[in-house]
């Protein structure tokens, strides 16, 4: 097995050698032996955690692991190219959701680019091209005149027009690494880089065409992860809402104004930020949510009720430090998570400011 590369996985406040080690353990041990990596033992599976765990794994050196999930999500994609919602833990063919979400689909572009650049394993890319293809065009026959992306097919068929901003938002950045691994194979994949432009143009400057879920700080800070929001743009966003999710000392609030703080959507706001250039913030979110961490399993807990002083969900989910392991990764100066994240070496696709309104 490949060594971990555990220097990137090391910051001062956050994680020391020894702890970034047992949080890989701690996925590794979650991860079943046909590679999937539900949220814990006996709890469900979803294509986009999978994802970002896996993505965690190959941050640490653990390319084998991470192999493996992505060759659960190649034997489990459906005929038209997506993936249920969720699936239960032991059983893959027992579907507990059988919705299919459009970027739960869309994020395996993210995780093969990242795969691959870790590793650079071109028979890899061959292997899953077909399935990142699929999924794709699965994800865009769903995209509306606007630009952007409807965020579920019901079972029988029935296609969700509604979309949400922090769903297109990881679509779009997903888009961009599908045209990276297009531009890899040399295939050019015109329609996709049209579709990227005109789902940018709607997150930056069509709100009205998304669900209003204001309340939740996915919608705050996806639009600048998932690269459609970048310099003054993201600065503005993020400033805006600052004061009404970051709680000082204890990370960010799933939803305003519930006193829940939670791990994931705090290690994925100090991705957007080291995405900006501002480390330092980035630094401290990170650092505010160590309470959150299980020093014997090395994983964290999804959340922490601050008016109780209560850790809720009693759940120590895998997504949870599979985000916080890909910041920290980030913030260390990993070479694939910085290049999938920062995203300056990702195409654009159409350039936005060529769609009319």
Known sequence: MTTPRTEHLVLPGVLTAEQAARTV???????????????????????????????????????????????????????????????????????????????????????????????????????????????????????????????????????????????????HHALRCALAIAEQREEPQPDWELAAGALRHAVRRHPERFLDKDRYSMDWYYPVLGGALTGPEAKSRIEEGWDRFVVPGLGVRCVVPNPWVTGGESAELALALWAMGESDRALEILQSIQHLRDDESGLYWTGFVFEDRAIWPAELTTWTAGSLLLAVAALGGDEPTCAVFGGDRLPWGLDPDCCED
Request: overall charge negative.
């Open 25 to 171: 353990h701690g996925l590794l041990a979650v991860q079943r032996e046909d590679g999937a990596i539900p949220w814990f033992r006996g709890h469900h599976l979803d294509p986009w955690d999978h994802v970002e765990a896996a993505m965690a794994l190959d941050a640490a050196g653990e390319h084998e692991a991470a192999e493996r999930a992505y060759d659960w999500l190649a034997r489990h994609q459906n005929a038209d190219g997506s993936w249920y919602a969720a699936y239960a833990d032991g059983d893959p063919d027992d579907v507990t959701d059988r919705g299919r979400e459009t970027n739960f689909v869309a994020y395996v572009a993210v995780g093969v680019w990242h795969h691959y650049l870790a590793t650079g394993d071109d028979t890899f890319l061959d292997r899953m091209w077909p399935v990142v293809y699929a999924a794709v065009e699965f994800v865009l026959a769903l995209q509306q005149p606007g630009g952007q992306i409807g965020w579920r097919r019901d079972d029988d068929g029935t296609p969700t027009a509604d979309a949400l901003l922090t769903g297109s938002s990881s679509i």
